[in-house]
């Protein structure tokens, strides 16, 4: 156990330290005001409103849960149907290239995009989850096939065609870990489809974002404690067999879809995503001198007033957001293992985790900026709870399979030099893995106020503004690209340490990455 710790102790201080200082630059920069008069009594309301909830203040509440629920599964539906194909050729660079900016964009973007070809439409909302949960599939199907077993493929009869031998040599030796992320997506798929009422969709959301800003809190925590309690009994009714079942009835009950206008389509296309200077232009004369001089001023001025400043804010936010989400779930993880704990404290725990985890990040932080008032404080404290309770989440069952002598006792310094040690390496995998999910909720979180990318983009698409808009999607995107392939590139340590690492964790580290 000594020799695991030993081997990548070097290594992980040097990359600890180098995110130590980096946070710490940040959060000196960050602004961490809290302007609020008086938080205490706004959150007793809000606790006052848990403690007492009322389940009957909305009106057509069952409709918004299965509205929650019809658009998760069938984006995760079109999502899977599209993105396996794409995880068999994910090796091909343009592939690889299209789908990490696919999902680098958040699905409240994509929306916002389908929202002025389809409006407020059944279309717009499965859509939303869909394309970027297809880029994901993608990604991550590919990571798994590539750790099935290869021995199988020799031991088949010969003349056997490609796709038995894809199915029976491959795909059956991943099967259950495949199935594991499908049902984890769909978790996240009904977090993603509950934000999208914030924009008007008929979800959860929609009516969430009422109650707490009319102050109706008994009913906003009604509509938190159903929602919680949706996401935590996803084992007992999102069962394989029944979602034949499910999905008729997702179709059947989709609110009504309106007549696609090919016209609006194409004007967005043709005209609407164009920078100004070119709409109502011809083709040919796009690439004049004058029209090439007013379109690089144009992106010049999106690039310095807008991009550059957004862009640093959102990294600023998102080291913070990282930061502190090291430091909660260093502090959560040992209350959640049967290493350092009893059952009893584990089930209390765990419940908070479920809490913690099933809460989306915008609206976490929707709730503490009215607490504490307009700045980052809010949107950081809201994307390290939740993604802190998600790594507990993935981390506590390592955490309760590491081998551990006889002689060991459930106190926090043989749990830090036994078990720490052995975990670490996975963690911090893990951590830089979710970073690139911090950075895309960072730019959502824009739409509460932050000065992160997210705002401009909203505020470019607020005011009609859609190729600035597109624009900074394009660097949004591109941010998230280039901060993924910085963090592979920091994580690479040698092939020995990752297989003492697997053998004794007995994981993939490729996978349950919580993407």
Same mark, same amino acid.
């Given at each position: 156990?000594?020799?695991?710790?030993?081997?990548?102790?070097?290594?992980?201080?040097? &990359?600890?330290?180098?995110?130590?200082?980096?946070?710490?630059?940040?959060?000196?920069?960050?602004?961490?005001?809290?302007?609020?008069?008086?938080?205490?009594?706004?959150?007793?309301?809000?606790?006052?409103?848990?403690?007492?909830?009322?389940?009957?203040?909305?009106?057509?509440?069952?409709?918004?849960?299965?509205?929650?629920?019809?658009?998760?599964?069938?984006?995760?539906?079109?999502?899977?149907?599209?993105?396996?194909?794409?995880?068999?050729?994910?090796?091909?660079?343009?592939?690889?290239?299209?789908?990490?900016?696919?999902?680098?964009?958040?699905?409240?973007?994509?929306?916002?995009?389908?929202?002025?070809?389809?409006?407020?439409?059944? &279309?717009?909302? &499965?859509?939303?989850?869909?394309?970027?949960?297809?880029?994901?599939?993608?990604?991550?199907?590919?990571?798994?096939?590539?750790?099935?077993?290869?021995?199988?493929?020799?031991?088949?009869?010969?003349?056997?065609?490609?796709?038995?031998?894809?199915?029976?040599?491959?795909?059956?030796?991943?099967?259950?870990?495949?199935?594991?992320?499908?049902?984890?997506?769909?978790?996240?798929?009904?977090?993603?489809?509950? $934000?999208?009422?914030?924009?008007?969709?008929?979800?959860?959301?929609?009516?969430?974002?009422?109650?707490?800003?009319?102050?109706?809190?008994?009913?906003?925590?009604?509509?938190? &404690?159903?929602?919680?309690?949706?996401?935590?009994?996803?084992?007992?009714?999102?069962?394989?067999?029944?979602?034949?079942?499910?999905?008729?009835?997702?179709?059947?009950?989709?609110?009504?879809?309106?007549?696609?206008?090919?016209?609006?389509?194409?004007?967005?296309?043709?005209?609407?995503?164009?920078?100004?200077?070119?709409?109502?232009?011809?083709?040919?004369?796009?690439?004049?001198?004058?029209?090439?001089?007013?379109?690089?001023?144009?992106?010049?001025?999106?690039?310095?007033?807008?991009?550059?400043?957004?862009?640093?804010?959102?990294?600023?936010?998102?080291?913070?957001?990282?930061?502190?989400?090291?430091?909660?779930?260093?502090?959560?993880?040992?209350?959640?293992?049967?290493?350092?704990?009893?059952?009893?404290?584990?089930?209390?725990?765990?419940?908070?985790?479920?809490?913690?985890?099933?809460?989306?990040?915008?609206?976490?932080?929707?709730?503490?900026?009215?607490?504490?008032?307009?700045?980052?404080?809010?949107?950081?404290?809201?994307?390290?709870?939740?993604?802190?309770?998600?790594? $507990?989440?993935?981390?506590?069952?390592?955490?309760?399979?590491?081998?551990?002598?006889?002689?060991?006792?459930?106190?926090?310094?043989?749990?830090?030099?036994?078990?720490?040690?052995?975990?670490?390496?996975?963690?911090?995998?893990?951590?830089?893995?979710?970073?690139?999910?911090?950075?895309?909720?960072?730019?959502?979180?824009?739409?509460?106020?932050?000065?992160?990318?997210?705002?401009?983009?909203?505020?470019?698409?607020?005011?009609?503004?859609?190729?600035?808009?597109?624009?900074?999607?394009?660097?949004?995107?591109?941010?998230?690209? $280039?901060?993924?392939?910085?963090?592979?590139?920091?994580?690479?340590?040698?092939?020995?340490?990752?297989?003492?690492?697997?053998?004794?964790?007995?994981?993939?580290?490729?996978?349950?990455?919580?993407?």
């Amino acid at each position: 156990m000594i020799f695991r710790g030993r081997v990548f102790l070097g290594h992980w201080q040097k &990359i600890t330290l180098l995110l130590l200082v980096t946070v710490s630059v940040c959060w000196f920069f960050a602004d961490t005001e809290v302007i609020a008069l008086d938080p205490w009594s706004e959150l007793g309301r809000m606790w006052q409103g848990f403690v007492h909830p009322d389940f009957f203040a909305t009106e057509n509440l069952f409709d918004a849960l299965w509205q929650t629920i019809s658009f998760a599964l069938l984006g995760i539906t079109v999502g899977l149907l599209v993105g396996f194909p794409l995880a068999l050729w994910y090796q091909h660079p343009l592939i690889a290239a299209l789908c990490a900016f696919i999902r680098a964009i958040h699905e409240i973007f994509w929306a916002l995009i389908f929202l002025q070809i389809f409006g407020l439409s059944a &279309i717009t909302g &499965i859509l939303a989850i869909a394309l970027p949960y297809a880029a994901t599939f993608a990604r991550v199907f590919a990571d798994i096939l590539q750790q099935a077993p290869i021995h199988t493929l020799f031991s088949l009869p010969k003349g056997t065609d490609k796709l038995s031998a894809f199915i029976y040599g491959r795909w059956m030796h991943m099967y259950p870990q495949i199935i594991d992320y499908i049902r984890y997506r769909f978790e996240c798929a009904l977090r993603s489809s509950a $934000v999208l009422g914030f924009i008007g969709m008929p979800t959860l959301g929609f009516y969430l974002e009422s109650a707490f800003r009319q102050g109706r809190y008994e009913q906003g925590g009604a509509l938190l &404690i159903l929602f919680v309690l949706l996401i935590g009994s996803i084992r007992f009714w999102a069962k394989p067999i029944l979602l034949w079942l499910y999905l008729p009835l997702a179709v059947y009950f989709l609110p009504p879809i309106p007549v696609i206008d090919s016209q609006l389509i194409w004007r967005f296309i043709s005209v609407d995503i164009l920078p100004p200077m070119l709409q109502g232009q011809a083709f040919f004369t796009w690439f004049d001198a004058d029209n090439l001089s007013k379109l690089f001023d144009w992106v010049y001025e999106l690039i310095s007033q807008q991009v550059f400043p957004g862009m640093i804010a959102t990294l600023v936010l998102a080291f913070c957001a990282l930061g502190l989400t090291h430091l909660f779930t260093m502090i959560l993880l040992p209350l959640n293992t049967r290493l350092m704990m009893p059952n009893l404290i584990i089930l209390f725990m765990r419940a908070v985790n479920l809490i913690l985890r099933s809460l989306p990040e915008y609206l976490l932080a929707f709730v503490f900026m009215m607490l504490l008032g307009p700045s980052m404080l809010p949107a950081i404290i809201a994307l390290a709870l939740h993604n802190a309770g998600l790594m $507990v989440f993935l981390m506590a069952r390592q955490a309760d399979n590491v081998s551990v002598p006889l002689t060991y006792l459930p106190r926090i310094d043989q749990y830090s030099y036994l078990v720490v040690p052995t975990l670490y390496p996975h963690f911090m995998g893990l951590l830089f893995y979710r970073f690139e999910v911090i950075i895309r909720e960072t730019a959502i979180l824009g739409m509460l106020g932050v000065m992160t990318l997210g705002f401009y983009v909203d505020s470019n698409f607020s005011e009609i503004r859609f190729s600035g808009a597109l624009l900074l999607l394009v660097f949004t995107a591109g941010l998230n690209v $280039v901060v993924d392939y910085l963090a592979r590139r920091l994580l690479h340590y040698p092939r020995h340490s990752v297989q003492v690492c697997q053998s004794s964790l007995k994981i993939n580290p490729r996978i349950n990455l919580g993407h």
